[in-house]
């Protein structure tokens, strides 16, 4: 299943040879590293953002990140998930849905700050349908998390849309994780389920594989 998002993978290490070697002394470390993180957003009654034809952002974010996972983990990296199926990360006593989504931020915070750094995967949705593109977020508590930003913005540019021009940005107070992560932490908005023929591409499970690749790549291109 993960053979086409490799591709691009193999292109990469085909010509990254020295980082990758670099990055092998992870696979021995995996027990004592903290891992990286791979947090798909939203989850079983919280849907996140959903298109007009019924596309429910929690399960796009889900399905890039399970492929993405699995390339940093071949790379040797320890890697952790907030979530590997459809749920909220809320105490599971909780019931009213605003106590669940307070719970499931303040456990996924707690995953934040004891991670090596997250990676945060959502889809976007704005009123007016022309808008396209990846976007992403930093946190500003750390320089880190601009340097990781900006090493996967400039693959999956490179990778996947060369006419993206849309700049990184600074998290605001609103976003919670990111403005309250003490550790490196990135927000994905990997594209913008409003568009039509952008949602056409986001469900379409090469072009997932495809996203992870090029997220993957970027991970590695940073070398954390
Ligand atoms: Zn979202």
């Given amino acids: 299943m993960l053979v086409v998002g490799c591709i691009l993978l193999a292109v990469y290490l085909a010509i990254n040879v020295n980082k990758v070697i670099h990055s092998s002394k992870h696979q021995n470390d995996a027990q004592t590293e903290k891992v990286l993180l791979i947090d798909p957003g939203h989850g079983g009654r919280d849907g996140g953002a959903s298109a007009s034809d019924g596309t429910v ?18 790379f040797g990296y320890p890697v952790g998930m907030t979530r590997v199926n459809d749920r909220m990360v809320c105490d599971s006593e909780l019931v009213p849905l605003r106590q669940q989504k307070i719970s499931d931020m303040k456990n996924r915070l ?38 990781l930003a900006a090493s996967i913005r ?8 060369p006419q993206n021009t849309r700049e990184l940005k600074k998290a605001t107070k609103d976003i919670y994780l990111l403005s309250n992560a003490t550790t ?12 039509s023929t ?27």
């Fill in 57 to 74: 952002e929690k399960n796009i974010n889900l399905a890039i990140s399970l492929p993405l996972a699995d390339m940093l983990r071949i």
């Fill in 110 to 147: 707690k995953k934040y700050n004891s991670s090596r750094l997250t990676i945060s995967i959502h889809q976007n949705h704005f009123s007016q349908s022309q808008y396209h593109g990846t976007q992403i977020f930093y946190g500003k508590q750390n320089e880190e998390s601009r340097l």
């Fill in 154 to 161: 400039q693959i999956v540019l490179d990778k996947l849309q």
């Fill in 184 to 195: 490196p932490a990135i927000i994905i908005e990997c594209g913008f389920l409003s568009n």
């Fill in 198 to 224: 952008e949602l056409s591409k986001l469900k379409d499970e090469e072009y997932q594989q495809n996203m992870a690749c090029a997220i993957a790549c970027g991970v590695l291109a940073y070398n954390p």
